[in-house]
């Protein structure tokens, strides 16, 4: 039977979480909410009578950027074309909204076949873990301001504000003069991101602060830079996953990677 596109809908979170299970992503239904909640025209699902088979998501940054994630197909359905037509989907969205640039944070599975639709390796980096953290069930729900916001724009490029206070809602947050940092639940482990430091000893102050909040015994770190990883070793956290950052388009905006310590979501940067 052949499969239809339509829009993703909250209604279909239950059957999203269950193919975020089967790939063993990290993601909660609160991930998949905020999502669909922020650019909901730009989330898509395919399905064959009615049942959910994959997913992809847009999450757009004003009319700079536009990130795909969650590109997940049932395992017994992959090979038919059904991912290539749901990043299509995606990309025929981004194009009429205006937006030159398309980035993207493929796993190994899913490289080869975003390199066929057009995309080009821009970096990569791994996610880190470490396990046994001790935890201190210790509340931290700082407040972004205007310095943090206008921070993050120097380190990412493009203007986020919007989405960084809706992910603070469901993170703890601590912030310092010249940086800030979230850390949120996770289906497998805590995730540390985004962090956003002028520097590796603000870096090291708010992670060591964010890692007392952390719920479970394990804890993902997707690093970005060479000090980023400096710190994650003294940590004790080590690499266990690769990940390749790809772009499509024009490759009009330029992060700086010096001030990036974690992202936020493979999903949305």
Not at 24 to 34: I, M, P, S
Not at 142 to 155: P, Q
């Amino acid at each position: 039977m052949k499969h239809s596109l339509r829009l993703l809908t909250l209604d279909d979170i239950p059957s999203a979480l269950s193919l975020c299970r089967s790939a063993g992503w990290n993601q909660l239904d609160e991930d998949w909410v905020r999502l669909i909640e922020y650019q909901g025209e730009g989330c898509f699902a395919a399905e064959i009578d009615g049942k959910l088979i994959g997913t992809v998501t847009t999450t757009c940054y004003g009319a700079d950027l536009a990130w795909i994630g969650m590109m997940l197909v049932k395992a017994d359905h992959r090979r038919r074309g059904v991912g290539a037509e749901l990043m299509q989907k995606s990309l025929d969205y981004i194009r009429n909204r205006g937006i030159a640039s398309v980035k993207l944070d493929a796993t190994p599975l899913g490289q080869s076949v975003y390199e066929t639709l057009g995309f080009s390796p821009e970096m990569t980096f791994q996610r880190w873990e470490c396990r046994h953290i001790s935890r201190e069930s210790v509340d931290c729900h700082d407040r972004l301001g205007e310095t943090h916001f206008a921070l993050d724009r120097r380190a990412f490029a493009v203007n986020r504000t919007q989405w960084l206070m809706r992910l603070a809602n469901d993170s703890h947050v601590h912030v310092t003069d010249d940086g800030f940092g979230m850390l949120r639940r996770g289906a497998i482990a805590d995730y540390v991101g985004p962090l956003i430091a002028e520097s590796p000893a603000v870096a090291r102050e708010i992670v060591m602060q964010l890692l007392r909040s952390v719920e479970s015994d394990r804890v993902f770190w997707d690093v970005m830079n060479a000090d980023a990883a400096k710190l994650a070793t003294s940590l004790g956290f080590q690499p266990v996953r690769d990940l390749t950052r790809m772009y499509f388009g024009e490759r009009t905006v330029e992060p700086n990677m010096t001030l990036q310590y974690a992202i936020s979501d493979p999903g949305t940067g």
